[in-house]
């Protein structure tokens, strides 16, 4: 019984995946926003039925999207490796962010398998492509500018463009994983709502304010930190790992900077707005504000400060 039960969820929700791929591919104006939903029906079946059985439904998506549309198939690997992370995570009951960092790591294995794929088999060299498309919005950016810039003005911003285009590839890993957090973010919302609605459940993110991160972070962020400055080459792996590692660090401390930004405006009983307007100044303001933010959530870290902040309320 429970077995016949599992094999036709996982055909109806093969058959749902399928459709949300048609609507995609003869729809495109739907893309962005099919994209975003593309994962739900891996996750909602491997958080019912576990990963062996997700990873049977994702071959099947697999087997399907190769033979019917094969160029599509980038779309199935990079939905049904996130999803099956991701659903197998909140099968195993793991707490909101245990899940979001699982699925986070599937969407990065399928958006790195997509690019393998996409080079590999499809002939594209995604690289290539990108490089392509930077250099075409360098001569852009040099025509527009070119009548109101002149002289040394306008070289200094032309170097300072072409130098951000030639920096852009060295953190292409931290892109991808920015990415994978996002669309792991955005399927477990959306995920969520399904199965409160169908299971009347409860399910939803633990509150902002009492998010945390491990102390470890803050190692990473500084050996990063220290091989950014004593690394030479900037072409070596070394180089490229610290970078990246410097910059993904430096962006989970200023959510945990948002954090106790949030925390501390519970504690003071603060309107909500003013928290959110810090968000939005800080992002507006990134040179100024955002570094400071950084500040706040080192401290945050690697000190008690929210114990400290409890004791004075």
Do not use: C
């Not at 790591?105 to 492509?129: A, K, R």
């Not at 910059?247 to 989970?252: E, N, Q, R, V, Y």
Request: proline share 3%; hydrophobic share 55%; net charge neutral.
């Amino acid at each position: 019984m429970n077995d016949t039960r599992r094999l036709t969820e996982g055909a109806l929700m093969t058959g749902i995946y399928l459709l949300l791929l048609l609507l995609i591919i003869f729809m495109p104006f739907v893309g962005s926003i099919g994209l975003m939903v593309l994962p739900v029906p891996f996750v909602y079946y491997s958080y019912r039925h576990g990963w062996k059985a997700g990873a049977l439904m994702l071959v099947a998506a697999t087997m399907f999207t190769f033979f019917f549309a094969s160029v599509f198939i980038v779309f199935t690997l990079l939905a049904g490796f996130g999803g099956l992370f991701l659903g197998g995570a909140l099968y195993h009951k793991r707490s909101s962010y245990e899940a979001l960092a699982i699925g986070s790591v599937g969407f990065i294995i399928g958006l790195v398998t997509t690019f393998l794929v996409t080079q590999l088999l499809l002939g594209v060299d995604l690289m290539e492509e990108f490089n392509n498309s930077m250099n075409q919005a360098f001569s852009t950016f040099e025509r527009l500018f070119s009548g109101i810039l002149e002289g040394e003005s306008m070289e200094a911003e032309m170097a300072d463009f072409r130098e951000l285009i030639d920096f852009i590839p060295d953190i292409i890993p931290s892109i991808l994983a920015i990415a994978g957090v996002l669309m792991a973010f955005v399927s477990q919302w959306i995920t969520y709502k399904l199965i409160n609605r169908i299971e009347n459940k409860q399910l939803k993110f633990v509150k902002f304010k009492n998010f945390k991160l491990p102390t470890s972070v803050l190692w990473y962020y500084f050996v990063a930190l220290i091989l950014n400055y004593v690394t030479m080459d900037s072409d070596g792996l070394l180089y490229l790992a610290a970078i990246n590692v410097f910059i993904l660090t430096g962006a989970l401390l200023v959510i945990q900077g948002f954090s106790f930004v949030f925390f501390y405006a519970s504690m003071k009983k603060w309107s909500k707005a003013i928290p959110i307007l810090i968000v939005v100044f800080s992002l507006l303001l990134p040179q100024i504000l955002m570094y400071l933010v950084r500040i706040l959530g080192i401290i945050d870290i690697g000190f008690p400060l929210r114990e400290r902040v409890k004791e004075k309320k």
